[in-house]
């Protein structure tokens, strides 16, 4: 899958986010989106999925996987960070 179907969360408002799955899904005709977020994004990452299939494409797109992992890098200031990260998968419901 084209990395263009993926959906990083950051800090701008919640449903630019909700949004942008369904284009995915409707406009884009995607059979999959992943959703991707770090850190203190990990719970709007799971509040974009849940309202995107939940709400917007009730019967239309469903979670397949979860990926959990977390990242280590160096932060500005020289020290190791270790930061959690997530990948939701949501695919098309199948008719």
Do not use: C, H
Not at 50 to 79: C, P, Y
């Amino acid at each position: 899958m084209a990395d263009d179907n993926s959906i990083f969360i950051g800090g701008k408002p919640f449903m630019n986010y909700v949004t942008g799955v369904v284009m995915q899904f409707t406009t884009k005709s995607a059979e999959e989106v992943i959703v991707k977020a770090r850190g203190k994004f990990i719970s709007r990452a799971v509040d974009v999925a849940e309202v995107a299939t939940k709400r917007f494409l009730d019967g239309q797109a469903a979670v397949k996987d979860v990926l959990i992992d977390s990242e280590e890098f160096e932060n500005r200031e020289g020290k190791q960070v270790r930061v959690s990260t997530i990948e939701i998968l949501l695919t098309k419901a199948k008719k």
